[in-house]
């Protein structure tokens, strides 16, 4: 049977929360998942949605899914779609899910005129990019990402 990947539903959160923890698991990080139900309703489905999910499935059971949204280039002047988590549950890995999600996020950015997709893949994951680079991702080594959060973030607003 083959896969299909449908837009997530509120009634979806739990599925995708449960798929948040897994993938945090792989990436050794269980400890940092602060996200409930309810804040990711309130991503997805709330007054102002800011993240997307779609779902994939076989026969009615989730197999992994990808949670988005769009991001923007001053460069270029045009919205991009951000991949946020692609997940595909252990014993569907190898069986075209993931491709399949790729490609229909590659689907929704071409439809919504978007410029560029992209995600970020932790260095030791080798698996992983080597599927990215398969799927015609280019890697922009020259790019470091950064972060502030916690404490560092309050003390830069000048709050803390």
């Known amino acids: 049977m083959s896969v299909t ?17 897994e993938l945090a698991a792989f990436e050794r990080e269980s400890d940092k998942v602060v996200a409930t139900e309810d804040l990711l309703h309130e991503a997805m489905f ?7 999910a779609v779902i994939a499935e076989r026969d009615g059971t989730a197999l992994g899914m990808a949670l988005f949204f769009h991001n923007f280039s001053t460069w270029t002047g ?19 899910v993931g491709s399949a999600l790729l490609r ?27 599927f ?5 991702a280019e890697a922009m080594d020259e790019w470091t990402v950064n972060r502030v959060s916690g404490a560092a973030l309050t003390a830069l607003a000048g709050r803390g």
């Open 132 to 136: 990215y680079r398969a799927m015609g």
């Open 46 to 52: 709330g007054e102002r949605p800011v993240a997307e």
């Open 5 to 21: 990947i449908r837009a997530a539903m509120p009634g979806d959160v739990a599925t995708i929360l449960h798929f948040v923890r």
């Open 104 to 130: 229909h996020l590659a689907g929704i950015a071409v439809d919504r005129g978007c410029t560029r997709f992209e995600w970020a893949v932790l260095d030791w994951n080798e698996r992983a990019i080597q």
């Open 78 to 96: 045009w919205k991009g779609l951000y991949l946020e988590d692609l997940y595909v549950t252990p014993e569907a890995r190898g069986s075209g």
